[in-house]
């Protein structure tokens, strides 16, 4: 039951973009764009002041801007931090995708828990549906369970040791 990518070979194509070919030089242009209209002059930021936001050098900052080279994977996610959902979506936006919200380690954390939860039940769904779950597939199982356990207690123990910030909920009045 270990985690596995899925089958995507017989998926029709997901991007809802395609407008945009997702070539290096396209991604780079359309990434430029959406860089000059948050940094420069007359914008919300400088370039000095992003540069500064993601720890990277202002003239290297400069050449992304500039569309001269590409950011790694790792500014780019430092630019969604600093810039915020707006920004990142409109970079999503070129492959097709939108939607990104701020969340908290908190939500990342219950949303792991979620995910680890819901792939093992699924795995385990598919398992029985097809037969698959036997004395040989029983310790893999068992020991995916057993990992569940512990990010459950490791969640658990996070909320234990703070105040809860989730709304109180009301009863309603008897008439």
Not at 62 to 71: E, F, H, I, Q, V
């Amino acid at each position: 039951m270990t985690k596995s990518r899925p089958d995507t070979k017989n998926l029709p194509s997901q991007s809802s973009a395609p407008a945009v070919n997702l070539t290096t030089a396209a991604v780079r242009d359309e990434l430029t764009l959406i860089m000059r209209s948050y940094m420069g002059y007359g914008q919300a930021y400088s370039i000095a002041a992003v540069a500064d936001a993601v720890d990277i050098d202002q003239r290297t900052m400069k050449s992304y801007a500039d569309g001269d080279s590409s950011p790694t994977l790792a500014t780019i996610l430092r630019l969604f931090r600093f810039l915020g959902p707006e920004f990142a979506n409109r970079v999503l936006a070129i492959a097709g995708f939108g939607g990104c919200i701020r969340v908290t380690p908190e939500d990342v954390s219950a949303y792991q828990l979620n995910s680890d939860a819901s792939a093992l039940v699924g795995a385990l769904g598919h398992a029985f549906r097809h037969g698959h779950f036997d004395n040989k597939s029983e310790p893999e199982v068992i020991d995916d369970v057993r990992k569940l356990a512990v990010t459950v207690q490791e969640w658990l123990a996070e909320r234990d040791q703070k105040p809860s910030t989730a709304p109180k909920t009301v009863k309603p009045r008897r008439r």
